[in-house]
């Protein structure tokens, strides 16, 4: 059973940086990976960015590469996006998502591979 809590967010001007964080409340002793995907309004709910439960391989969309980083903290059982030279386009709601079961390595992106979300958080970007 995981319970994620998504504090942050919030309004940032076009180049700006932002960082969200996701606290897992975890009660299983599987690895689990973790991941961000983000929703605008009227569009589907797209991939960012996922990390593997060893921390060392992670997966980014291409819309995101080069601008976000995904970390994580397995003491804190908190993961973190590090959002740098943000667009209006990166306007969504941001949720985040952990997939149990995945190994040490293994990094999901797909929506299906994730059992559990956050309730998502709000990123605007303001030209």
């Known amino acids: 059973q995981v319970a994620l809590v998504e504090p942050g967010g919030g309004l940032v001007q076009a180049g700006g940086s932002l960082r969200l964080s996701c606290a897992a409340s975890?009660?299983?002793?599987?690895?689990?990976?973790m991941g961000w995907f983000r929703q605008a309004p009227g569009k589907e709910r797209e991939f960012v960015a996922a990390?593997?439960?060893?921390?060392?391989?992670?997966k980014y969309g291409d819309s995101v590469r080069g601008r976000f980083t995904i970390s994580r903290d397995n003491a804190k059982n908190t993961v973190y996006l590090q959002m740098n030279s943000l667009k209006p386009e990166d306007t969504a709601v941001y949720y985040c998502?952990?997939?149990?079961?995945?190994?040490?390595?293994?990094?999901?992106?797909?929506?299906?591979?994730?059992?559990?979300w956050g309730q998502g958080t709000q990123v605007t970007v303001s030209s």
């Open positions: 998502a952990a997939a149990t079961d995945t190994g040490y390595y293994y990094v999901p992106f797909s929506r299906r591979e994730y059992a559990y």
């Open positions: 975890i009660r299983t002793r599987s690895s689990y990976a």
């Open positions: 990390i593997s439960w060893s921390g060392d391989r992670t």
